[in-house]
């Protein structure tokens, strides 16, 4: 049998949750203005409330697809288990009814720090918020979740990476009376989700001619296109892995990407995200084969291409595939009623031959006032990442044009 659940009821949040053992199931219960808060710290528990999961996330009009309960709980199985870090979901009901999420884990690097759910594989993290209700409501449940970060923080920083400017965090860090801050995390780039005539009006006239002569390329050619069904999903994530290794063979792919948890994790988070609605998968055919596949990931208002992958046949043939690919998503992601196109975190030159807004990510930093040694840290850390990376392009500069003289 696992350890026994611990509840208590206070009428404020006093003393903090790590000074209760943790158990299968930890829950912290108290009563102050109707709220009841929950930590879970158990991975079965945290699966088996996907339900009200999924209908909070539909209910936070901020959310992106990193949120939903099939791309966090799958990233647990195969990254958080092994990775030594403790599992700590925030749940907020009001009358029994979840009205406030946040998906954290305990961390030790080596000071305790609290993190989102999702690592370096995921693009946006956030709470949820139940934004269906009254804007009263709304409020109340933002300061249950503060209050419930407050008793979390009693001994350990909370450090949010990547929140998109707008997110429900937000709200959470404008309530923290703490110690906090906020630096610059990673730049996104963002187009209006419009059909792709909409996109080639926003090109100078030169610009938007290529364009269209690689669209009627693109068309001469014959390649089809295909959106996968859930059930055929597992295998068609294999192909689209082959071919994302193809299409990097000897230029430098990410590592994490040709990893068997990745794979594992993808193929488990994206047939559940395509049956529901909030992945769509993307082969395109050539003569009967298959030489690319895209996995974008959507939510209410926003659709990010996630993963692609190409076979090198298509370089060979002078087939765009950036371009292609935008087609595809430009089109659905329109005709959805989404506001944002997102090429989700990266900075890289050919996403901007479509002149995108650049949106950059934030980190928020929230401690308690005994822990500020530890977000000066943290502070300190940050700062000398930034500076280290900004002496590298500047030597990588200064041998491009050493290479050119």
Same mark, same amino acid.
């Given at each position: *049998? ?6 208590r ?15 299968a199931? $930890?829950?912290v219960?108290?009563?102050?203005r ?10 079965a ?6 339900? @009200?999961?999924?209908a ?22 195969s ?8 599992? %700590? ?16 884990? $305990? ?18 993290s ?6 269906? %209700? ?5 409020e ?17 920083v909370?450090?949010l990476?990547?929140?998109?400017p707008?997110?429900?965090? @937000? ?11 906020r ?9 209006? !989700?419009?059909?792709? @005539? ?7 006239a ?5 364009v ?12 089809e ?11 068609a994530v ?32 994206a047939?559940? *995200? ?8 993307? @082969? ?13 990931? *959507? ?15 298509? %370089? ?26 997102s *090429?989700?975190?990266g ?17 928020l ?14 502070? !300190? ?9 900004? $002496? ?14």
């Open positions: *049998m696992g350890s026994p659940t611990r509840s009821t206070a009428p404020a949040l006093r003393a903090p949750v790590s000074s209760v053992p943790v158990a199931l $930890l829950t219960s108290r009563s102050g109707a709220f009841t808060t929950e930590i879970c710290a158990d991975a528990r945290f699966g088996a409330i996907a339900p @009200e999961w999924d909070l996330y539909r209910a936070s009009r901020t959310a992106t697809p990193f949120q939903s309960h099939a791309w966090l709980h799958s990233w647990w199985q990254y958080g288990t092994g990775g030594g870090g403790r599992l %700590r979901v925030v749940l907020v009901r009001r009358g029994g009814e979840l009205v406030a999420a946040a998906p954290l884990m $305990l961390l030790f690097r080596p000071l305790p720090v609290l993190v989102p759910l999702g690592g370096t594989i995921t693009d946006f956030d709470v949820l918020l139940d934004e269906s %209700r009254t804007d009263e409501e709304t109340a449940a933002v300061t249950a979740l503060a209050r419930a970060f407050a008793e979390l923080a009693g001994t350990a909370i450090d990476r990547e929140v998109r707008g997110a429900a965090a @937000e709200r959470v860090y404008a309530r923290w009376t703490g110690p906090r801050r630096l610059a995390d990673s730049p996104c780039l963002e187009l209006p !989700a419009v059909p792709m @005539e909409g996109l080639l009006a926003r090109l100078p030169s610009r938007a001619q290529r269209r002569a690689k669209l009627r390329k693109l068309d001469a050619l014959g390649i296109e295909r959106e996968v069904p859930a059930d055929e999903v597992p295998v294999g192909r689209l892995l082959e071919l994302h290794r193809l299409q990097w063979e000897g230029r430098g792919v990410t590592p994490e990407h040709l990893s068997a948890r990745f794979a594992e994790h993808l193929t488990r988070a047939r559940t *995200m395509v049956a529901s609605g909030d992945a769509r998968l993307t @082969e395109f055919r050539l003569a009967g084969a298959v030489v690319a596949a895209d996995l974008t990931l *959507m939510s209410g208002a926003l659709a990010g291409g996630y993963l692609y992958g190409a076979d090198p046949v298509l %370089r060979a043939r002078k087939a765009d595939v950036a371009t292609m690919l935008l087609r595809a998503g430009a089109r659905d992601s329109g005709a959805h009623g989404r506001a944002t196109l *090429m989700l975190r900075d890289e030159p050919y996403k901007h031959h479509w002149r995108p807004e650049t949106v950059r990510n934030q980190r930093l929230l401690a308690r006032p005994h822990l500020a040694p530890s977000l000066w840290l943290l502070l !300190a850390r940050a700062a000398g990442r930034e500076r280290a990376a900004t $002496l590298v392009k500047r030597a990588r500069k200064t041998e491009e044009g050493g290479d050119k003289g």
